[in-house]
């Protein structure tokens, strides 16, 4: 079986990285997919097959990843359902930003599609101490 590799954008700060696929089939351009990164499993979007030129582009020189499955209508509604977690945990760690008075903007948050992991943008103009934060995201939010 041949492996076929595809440029894919994905995460909520629109990486763009290569990966393969052991699906013959064709994915034309914005057909969304299943990864596997190195954040975890993850929602993309194909944007091109990879090519010696889209490397050179990247600056890569080996795949990103894997291309787990096009993406079904479960897998739809499942980004659904995460996209409203990313909501509530928005608001739940802008409220315990507030409570504890950290001096930190919450910019956006990235819940992984895996579930797997929960990632908070924030602003700062100084240097933050957030562990204490951090840990009662953790327990929270259960990642």
Not at 21 to 44: C, F, H, K, M, Y
Request: proline share 3%; net charge neutral; hydrophobic share 35%.
């Amino acid at each position: 079986m041949t492996s076929s590799q595809f440029v894919v954008r994905y995460g909520a700060t629109r990486f763009i990285g290569e990966f393969s696929t052991r699906n013959p089939e064709d994915l034309p351009r914005n057909s969304p997919v299943i990864i596997r990164s190195e954040r975890g499993v993850e929602w993309g979007i194909v944007l091109s097959p990879a090519s010696d030129r889209t490397r050179e582009y990247l600056g890569r020189k080996s795949t990103d990843g894997k291309i787990v499955r096009p993406a079904t209508a479960d897998d739809r509604s499942l980004l659904e359902q995460t996209r409203q977690k990313e909501r509530d945990e928005f608001d739940g760690c802008a409220e315990m930003i507030r409570d504890r008075r950290l001096n930190m903007q919450l910019v956006d948050v990235e819940h992984l599609f895996g579930g797997e992991r929960v990632v908070f943008y924030y602003l700062a103009e100084d240097r933050v101490d957030f562990r204490e934060l951090v840990k009662e995201l953790a327990k929270r939010f259960k990642t």
